[in-house]
């Protein structure tokens, strides 16, 4: 069965750091173009970071200079190293991947996504 899971989630105060991890199973992420969404309560799904085949990242205006995506595939692994965090970062993190090379870069088409890790950011 097809798979992502993440990790890492968790609370830290304001000014904090957190590195999340998403896993994948039973297929390859070096062939998907892959990204990170969140959702804070109350609020719609965002994209916040995504990266594509060849290491290109792209960001959310809300979290560049902040958020680092990067891939490591001999380990088959997708990461968010979330820096400087803010309260607004509070929200349930996704990774998601698409095998369709046409959303690659962007925020949409992503059709494999995983359960979620929690991030809480305390003022």
């Known amino acids: 069965q097809v798979q992502l899971v993440e990790s890492g989630g968790g609370s830290v105060p304001a000014g904090g750091s957190l590195r999340l991890s998403c896993a994948a199973s039973?297929?390859?992420?070096?062939?998907?173009?892959l990204a990170w969404f969140r959702q804070a309560p109350g609020k719609e799904r965002e994209g916040v970071a995504n990266?594509?085949?060849?290491?290109?990242?792209f960001y959310a205006d809300s979290v560049s200079g902040r958020f680092a995506i990067s891939r490591d595939n001999t380990k088959n692994t997708l990461y968010l190293q979330m820096i400087s965090l803010k309260p607004e970062d509070t929200a349930m993190y996704y990774c998601?991947?698409?095998?369709?090379?046409?959303?690659?870069?962007?925020?949409?088409?992503?059709?494999?996504w995983g359960q979620g890790t929690r991030v809480t950011v305390s003022s």
């Open positions: 998601a991947a698409t095998s369709s090379r046409v959303y690659c870069r962007t925020f949409a088409g992503y059709d494999t």
């Open positions: 039973e297929f390859t992420l070096s062939n998907y173009c």
């Open positions: 990266i594509d085949i060849a290491g290109r990242a």
